[in-house]
């Protein structure tokens, strides 16, 4: 018998848990009003996803995907309100607020890329570090304050919808999309794939291994600018700690999804059935009228198990392998 992809077990799951949660609250969980909220929820919480995976899958991670992302929003939100207060054009204006958000957020990872690679400083700490320094410099550029006053045409990027379906679903789509190409059927995806494996044999089979893993950074940088321009226009405001939930739940998703914590694997489509279950879990606990606490304490328990279950299975295939040579 095929043994089931990682992706194909976290699939089942969801349609299990869909299901437990639709049989038990019909007539709240499954509505249109909920599922239209919850599919307004998921493309920032995705995109930031997606962005962690990318990361993980080189073997590092990023740990300021957030804050790189929040910090283009407080820069562009200030951009947005000023242009907009003197007079200028909505369409101009909103222009110029995207394009600096995803401007700083790609210089973001462009650093984060720069250190980790070229200076050859730990991931984990090398994002924690430009974290807290982002962090630090938007709360003295907004003074720890939210900013608003935007165009109301600004609304629709995050709250409007085509067709019944939010505007955010088709950005969050769309890019999906477009990495899982990238990964998929381009020579620099597959780099990265062996990147994360092993860099020093990828190092000595030709690859780039540093251009290579500082492209996953700013790549990373500039969804999470993505993901910072949706929340920006759904809150109607920029705050730099908008989002600081999300931090721990992209790695949890990434690696519910299949990525591997070490390197070497992941693909798109598993963090984002792991980004819907997740997803329909939170939404589930709040219906129940649990506290919102919860979902973080419920986030972290399937980090802890889908962690040790894929160490678990890695030492059994190890075992397998073993025997089977020794035959």
Same mark, same amino acid.
């Given at each position: 018998m095929k043994k089931l992809s990682k992706e194909t077990v976290l699939l089942i799951i969801f349609i299990l848990i869909f299901a437990i949660l639709s049989?038990?609250?019909?007539?709240?969980?499954?509505?249109?009003?909920?599922?239209?909220?919850?599919? *307004?929820?998921i493309p920032e919480?995705?995109?930031?996803?997606?962005?962690?995976?990318?990361?993980?899958?080189?073997?590092?991670?990023?740990?300021?995907?957030?804050t790189s992302g929040t910090l283009g929003s407080i820069i562009g939100a200030l951009v947005l309100s000023r242009t907009w207060a003197s007079g200028v054009e909505p369409v101009l204006c909103i222009a110029l607020a995207i394009l600096t958000v995803l401007a700083v957020s790609v210089l973001?990872?462009?650093?984060?890329?720069l250190v980790v690679s070229y200076?050859?400083?730990?991931?984990?700490?090398?994002?924690?570090?430009?974290?807290?320094?982002?962090?630090?410099?938007?709360?003295?550029?907004s003074k720890g304050n939210s900013i608003s006053k935007f165009p109301s045409e600004f609304y629709w990027f995050g709250n409007g919808t085509l067709l019944g379906i939010p505007v955010p679903m088709?950005? *969050?789509?769309i890019v999906a999309i477009i990495i899982a190409i990238l990964l998929q059927h381009t020579p620099w995806g597959l780099n990265v794939y062996m990147v994360g494996s092993n860099a020093r044999t990828s190092m000595y089979s030709g690859i780039n291994v540093q251009k290579t893993t500082m492209f996953a950074y700013i790549l990373s940088?500039?969804?999470g600018g993505i993901a910072a321009v949706i929340m920006m226009s759904r809150y109607n405001s920029a705050r730099i700690d908008y989002g600081s939930s999300y931090l721990m739940q992209?790695?949890?998703?990434?690696?519910l999804g299949g990525t591997l914590i070490t390197g070497g694997y992941g693909k798109v489509y598993g963090v984002v059935i792991a980004v819907v279950t997740l997803q329909c879990i939170s939404s589930g606990l709040n219906i129940f009228g649990l506290d919102t606490s919860l979902t973080s304490?419920?986030?972290?328990?399937?980090?802890?198990?889908?962690?040790?279950?894929? *160490? *678990?299975?890695?030492?059994?295939?190890?075992?397998?392998?073993?025997?089977?040579?020794?035959?």
């Amino acid at each position: 018998m095929k043994k089931l992809s990682k992706e194909t077990v976290l699939l089942i799951i969801f349609i299990l848990i869909f299901a437990i949660l639709s049989l038990m609250w019909p007539g709240k969980f499954l509505t249109m009003s909920n599922i239209r909220s919850m599919c *307004f929820q998921i493309p920032e919480f995705g995109l930031f996803a997606i962005a962690m995976m990318l990361t993980i899958i080189t073997g590092g991670i990023n740990l300021s995907v957030v804050t790189s992302g929040t910090l283009g929003s407080i820069i562009g939100a200030l951009v947005l309100s000023r242009t907009w207060a003197s007079g200028v054009e909505p369409v101009l204006c909103i222009a110029l607020a995207i394009l600096t958000v995803l401007a700083v957020s790609v210089l973001c990872g462009l650093i984060n890329g720069l250190v980790v690679s070229y200076v050859g400083t730990a991931a984990m700490m090398t994002t924690l570090g430009t974290s807290t320094l982002y962090e630090g410099i938007g709360l003295l550029i907004s003074k720890g304050n939210s900013i608003s006053k935007f165009p109301s045409e600004f609304y629709w990027f995050g709250n409007g919808t085509l067709l019944g379906i939010p505007v955010p679903m088709y950005i *969050f789509i769309i890019v999906a999309i477009i990495i899982a190409i990238l990964l998929q059927h381009t020579p620099w995806g597959l780099n990265v794939y062996m990147v994360g494996s092993n860099a020093r044999t990828s190092m000595y089979s030709g690859i780039n291994v540093q251009k290579t893993t500082m492209f996953a950074y700013i790549l990373s940088g500039l969804l999470g600018g993505i993901a910072a321009v949706i929340m920006m226009s759904r809150y109607n405001s920029a705050r730099i700690d908008y989002g600081s939930s999300y931090l721990m739940q992209t790695v949890a998703a990434s690696v519910l999804g299949g990525t591997l914590i070490t390197g070497g694997y992941g693909k798109v489509y598993g963090v984002v059935i792991a980004v819907v279950t997740l997803q329909c879990i939170s939404s589930g606990l709040n219906i129940f009228g649990l506290d919102t606490s919860l979902t973080s304490m419920v986030t972290g328990l399937v980090l802890i198990l889908t962690l040790a279950l894929n *160490f *678990f299975s890695g030492r059994r295939s190890e075992r397998v392998h073993s025997a089977r040579n020794a035959k």
